[in-house]
């Protein structure tokens, strides 16, 4: 189970996100409209070593559709590590519906009590 919390109505975790022998524990936004896996910025995938192999066409939540730069880096959650799709933009770090489905958690969050839990069934 991975416990977070909802700072200024914005849901958050740690998560360890790496590449090669690099590793770096991050605050990242559990966003459920974003249906990708996770989000980083240009530095901290620089800070990784992680670096962009493809651009990946993405719409956005107005509807407009843009092109990001996109690589690969591990995430590991209660030392499950899986293989992610990395949006680079800027920005704090986001995850997304993929990365839950991925590591096959369910999200609940209690906003009136500023918390949430990340939980595999």
């Known amino acids: 189970m991975v416990v977070g919390a909802v700072r200024k109505n914005r849901?958050?975790?740690?998560?360890?996100i790496g590449w090669g022998l690099k590793t770096k524990?991050?605050?990242a936004l559990v966003d459920?409209?974003?249906t990708g896996e996770l989000?980083?910025?240009a530095k901290e995938a620089i800070d990784l070593g992680i670096s962009s192999t493809h651009l990946k066409f993405v719409q956005l939540a107005n509807g407009e559709k843009s092109q990001m730069y996109a690589g690969l880096a591990m995430?590991?959650?209660e030392g499950v590590e899986?293989?992610?799709s990395a949006l680079i933009s800027g920005g704090m770090p986001i995850i997304g519906v993929?990365?839950?489905?991925?590591?096959g958690y369910n999200l609940n969050i209690d906003f009136k009590k500023d918390f949430?839990?990340?939980q595999k069934q």
């Open 39 to 41: 989000k980083l910025s």
């Open 75 to 77: 995430v590991s959650m």
């Open 116 to 118: 949430l839990v990340l």
């Open 82 to 84: 899986n293989m992610v």
């Open 98 to 103: 993929g990365l839950l489905k991925r590591f």
């Open 25 to 27: 524990e991050v605050l």
């Open 11 to 16: 849901p958050l975790i740690n998560l360890v």
């Open 32 to 34: 459920t409209g974003f």
